[in-house]
């Protein structure tokens, strides 16, 4: 299996690049397209969420009526929203954007210097757009199912352990998040499967750790689902820890292998694919090149 060096010579001395000031001008209007596509996953990702707890959760689905297990429900959501995420980071948009879908991603990789700073100001703004869509959306198609006592938007929330336990859980859960992703994404062998254990871990978590936090890790996430709703308990937590547990563990990231072991900050990094943030152009785009 190809590394992330091989696929992309540039993505490890991109740093020196990444600030020209030619570029930062032309962000917004060469990449609004990896813009529009990061609030399309976000979107789609709140859609689905939306859709299966109802499915899970409200009261009169004949899934929910099915099951008594709070435990296999949780698990049961896990593993379609787990799914979700790897479809999502898989896909054509994720392929192109970098499947980021989460302001502490984007924030953490700007840190590492692996996103341009106008690059990093629309990702955040898009995946808070694209979430408050998606649910929006979702409360379209799903009627007054969507705001059911046990459906309540998908909204995520300090759980009966209370604010410090949900604080934790955050912290905990977006910090192995991240880890896992600059790990595999900079390894050797295993690059092209970060997308498949990210979404393992989003399936894991949502079976263990949601009844402390609801599980978000992403402040958009949280955002999309409390606008619609109301429902800002905790919301502070959302907005701050999972970026600080994440910028954390790129910390740590770099205290045990350097910043220079940081390759480009896509979740796949496919080689047909361009990239907006190391340069590279893909096989895809070297076979329609004019003659």
Not at 171 to 176: G, K, P, Q, V
């Amino acid at each position: 299996m190809n590394t992330l060096q091989e696929i992309c010579p540039e993505a490890s001395t991109n740093d020196a690049r990444i600030n020209r000031p030619e570029r930062r001008a032309s962000s917004i209007t060469m990449h609004w397209p990896e813009y529009a596509m990061e609030a399309a996953l976000v979107g789609l990702f709140m859609i689905l969420a939306c859709i299966f707890t109802v499915l899970f959760q409200l009261p009169s689905s004949p899934i929910r009526q099915a099951i008594d297990s709070a435990f296999a429900r949780r698990a049961l959501t896990g593993i379609c929203m787990g799914l979700t995420a790897i479809a999502l980071i898989y896909s054509p948009w994720g392929q192109r954007s970098g499947a980021h879908m989460n302001p502490a991603v984007t924030l953490t990789f700007l840190r590492l210097g692996k996103v341009r700073s106008l690059d990093a100001v629309f990702y955040v703004a898009f995946q808070f757009a694209g979430a408050t869509a998606g649910v929006l959306l979702a409360a379209i198609l799903l009627g007054q199912a969507i705001a059911n006592p046990e459906v309540r938007y998908a909204a995520t929330y300090p759980g009966s352990g209370g604010p410090y336990l949900a604080a934790f859980g955050e912290l905990a859960i977006s910090f192995l998040q991240m880890t896992a992703v600059l790990w595999i994404s900079n390894h050797p062998s295993f690059s092209r499967l970060t997308g498949l254990f990210a979404g393992a871990l989003v399936a894991a978590y949502i079976t263990i750790e949601s009844p402390y936090s609801g599980m978000s890790m992403n402040p958009a996430r949280t955002f999309g689902s409390a606008l619609p709703s109301g429902i800002w308990r905790g919301f502070p937590i959302y907005l701050i820890v999972p970026p600080i547990a994440m910028l954390l563990a790129a910390q740590a990231f770099v205290w045990l292998r350097g910043k220079a072991a940081v390759g480009c900050c896509k979740l796949d990094h496919s080689p047909r694919v361009d990239c907006i943030f190391c340069g590279m152009k893909g096989i895809a785009h070297e076979q329609h090149k004019p003659l």
